[in-house]
């Protein structure tokens, strides 16, 4: 006599096939919010570096305006192309991106192993403007437009206050001082209507602070 059990489907490889498909979805989910957020972010990153934000829709682009606004040379994102040395590449990218907004070498940390987070915080923390790139000159790039955002945080309250170190200087100087600031009279001092420096009178962007003129 023989015996036959048919005991059907296994019961677990059906609960092993909808958790694996849970997950799946989940993660796709995941990674779709993670790159639209990402996408806001650099649009408003670009924004305050003064250039369009829509530059972060498109593909390779968005790299070279990212370039621009941390080295200086957008062309350099053609540098991620070179295997391994493309590694090292982005990291200082990175670390670049933390300085021209006034960020230290933790902030850069943070951008390098939780990206989309601190990007967030880098665009859309009210506290935290773009400062330029160092070295750089004071329109931002070389030979580039001026950056609508370029400003330095830690310097704001220095140079108000010598603004009206400036001013009064000037005043107690010469009495006619406010008369001619306010007339135009063409024999006044230069001096930048954002930190207060005194400038050449032939200057076209403040040395100091980077307003255009």
């Known amino acids: 006599m023989s015996y036959y059990y048919d005991y059907g489907a296994f019961p677990y490889e059906s609960y092993a096939y909808s958790a694996g498909l849970g997950f799946g979805l989940g993660y796709y989910l995941i990674s779709i919010a993670i790159t639209v957020l990402t996408i806001v972010a650099l649009w408003m990153i670009f924004k305050k570096a003064g250039e369009e934000g829509w530059a972060s829709l498109i593909p390779f682009y968005n790299q070279y305006m990212l370039y621009k606004i941390t080295w200086g040379n957008g062309w350099y994102f053609l540098l991620l192309l070179i295997p391994i040395a493309n590694i090292v590449i982005a990291i200082i990218t990175m670390v670049k991106l933390a300085r021209v907004f006034g960020k230290s070498g933790g902030f850069a940390c943070g951008l390098i192993f939780l990206n989309t987070i601190f990007m967030c915080i880098l665009a859309f923390s009210k506290d935290i403007v773009y400062v330029g790139i160092p070295g750089k000159t004071s329109d931002g790039y070389n030979g580039g437009s001026a950056s609508a955002g370029f400003q330095n945080p830690y310097t704001q309250g220095q140079q108000s206050y010598q603004s009206a170190q400036a001013e009064t200087k000037q005043s107690d100087s010469n009495p006619n001082y406010f008369y ?20 050449e009178s032939d200057a076209k962007f403040c040395p100091f602070c980077g307003k255009r003129l």
């Open 180 to 199: 001619q600031q306010s007339s135009g009279f063409s024999s006044a001092p230069k001096y930048c209507p954002q930190c207060g420096q005194a400038l």
